[in-house]
């Protein structure tokens, strides 16, 4: 088989020019640990972001969520709904505490967790529910908010995807009780590894700050509020180190910039695969009224999984690097076994994930290679 490299490669971390001044002045100030001034700066950024409430950052994504497991007490045998086409950490953070995942299909349309098939996903051992916007485009929040209400069960964004993003003029990672956030390389804003916990029910902040500081008081000692820190709970260490935050503050300071670059790929993407995708009957990454997206990804759904392994040979001809997306978890080897889908099953999200092809979305990627892409795809004719 001949192989190629990828002129164009699926993502590139983008980099503003201020990540390597502001760790020069971390390692020049000797801060190098948790909760420096880096880390509050890069909270005090995130904030608005997320409809304002209290960030704490954290390692990654997957931490984050592991601390709203330790924070709602999950216990075995307790339910949580979530989506199956979502990453792993969504669950494993769950599992960890030996809840049960229940998984529930996604929309055709969206992507996203399908509402109309929480509620009967309801227990009486359910726990939480977890929403992922995909892609950055929001859940239909209002009708799971309410679902939460009516039967008592806090609603959890993991918000990974969604920095930025709002529902009817709301930034998302401001409606569930907390989100998660992830600065992952591949997310929008990133520093290699990182995560955010944002906590909306202000019932949940002191212990919050206790379990990122392995189940102790350090932060109301620093604070001034106690005369010694503690161990006052169970806990871990889950606050990154001061360095990964001046990267994040770089990030995020740009944070404008990285979006509107991003916006003009995925517009680009959106207005160039149009035509094609109406004349083939193709579903493609969609903008909702009353929602702003994030432009974190832009997908095509091919017919068949055929037609998605040869859409990516084809791109790959073209040096161009396109990828698939999540392999559901209720059928991914563990997550049979660790959870279970909901009442209706997940036939969608099995059929999404064999079929959706992600094309190269970057902040830093010039014009010509996303008309590059464009054309690339437009030149593929669907088999099935
Ligand atoms: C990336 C991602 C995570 C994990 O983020 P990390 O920061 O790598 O732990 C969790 N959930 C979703 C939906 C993601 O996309």
């Not at 494993?92 to 399908?114: E, H, K, M, Q, S």
């Not at 392999?327 to 059929?351: E, I, K, N, Q, Y």
């Amino acid at each position: 088989m001949k192989r190629r490299p990828f002129d164009i490669p699926f993502n590139v971390s983008f980099l503003t020019g201020n990540e390597s001044w502001y760790v020069a002045d971390s390692l020049a100030s000797g801060l190098l640990t948790g909760d420096g001034p880096f880390t509050r700066r890069a909270s005090e950024l995130l904030r608005p972001l997320v409809g304002g409430g209290s960030c704490l950052l954290t390692a990654s994504c997957t931490h984050a969520l592991e601390m709203t497991a330790l924070l709602l007490n999950l216990q075995p045998g307790d339910e949580v709904i979530m989506p199956s086409l979502t990453f792993v950490s969504t669950a494993n953070a769950f599992v960890l505490r030996g809840a049960v995942p229940v998984f529930v299909d996604c929309r055709d349309d969206t992507l996203n967790i399908d509402e109309r098939l929480i509620e009967e996903a309801v227990t009486d051992r359910t726990k939480a529910i977890i929403v992922v916007h995909y892609g950055g485009v929001a859940c239909e929040m209002d009708q799971i908010l309410d679902i939460g209400a009516r039967h008592d069960i806090p609603v959890i964004e993991d918000n990974a995807h969604g920095l930025g993003g709002s529902y009817q003029g709301q930034r998302l990672g401001s409606f569930g009780v907390m989100a998660t956030q992830s600065f992952h390389g591949t997310k929008n804003i990133q520093c290699g590894e990182g995560g955010a916990l944002v906590v909306n029910d202000s019932r949940y902040v002191e212990r919050a700050e206790i379990i990122r500081e392995k189940g102790t008081n350090r932060a109301k000692y620093f604070r001034g509020e106690v005369d010694k820190y503690r161990w006052v709970d169970v806990g871990s260490s889950y606050l990154p180190s001061d360095i990964n935050a001046a990267i994040l503050t770089a990030q995020l300071e740009a944070f404008d910039d990285i979006q509107s670059r991003r916006q003009r790929v995925w517009k680009a993407y959106d207005e160039g695969v149009h035509d094609w995708a109406e004349k083939h009957g193709l579903s493609t990454s969609m903008q909702v009224p009353d929602r702003e997206h994030t432009a974190h990804l832009f997908f095509v759904l091919m017919p068949s999984n055929a037609d998605q392994r040869a859409l990516l040979s084809h791109l790959a001809d073209h040096g161009i690097l396109g990828t698939f997306h999540y392999v559901p978890l209720h059928s991914s080897p563990f997550g049979a076994g660790a959870g279970r889908p909901g009442p209706s099953g997940c036939a969608t999200s099995h059929s999404v994930s064999e079929r959706l092809v992600r094309l190269p979305l970057y902040a830093g990627m010039s014009e010509r290679d996303s008309a590059r892409v464009v054309e690339a795809v437009c030149s593929y004719v669907p088999q099935s």
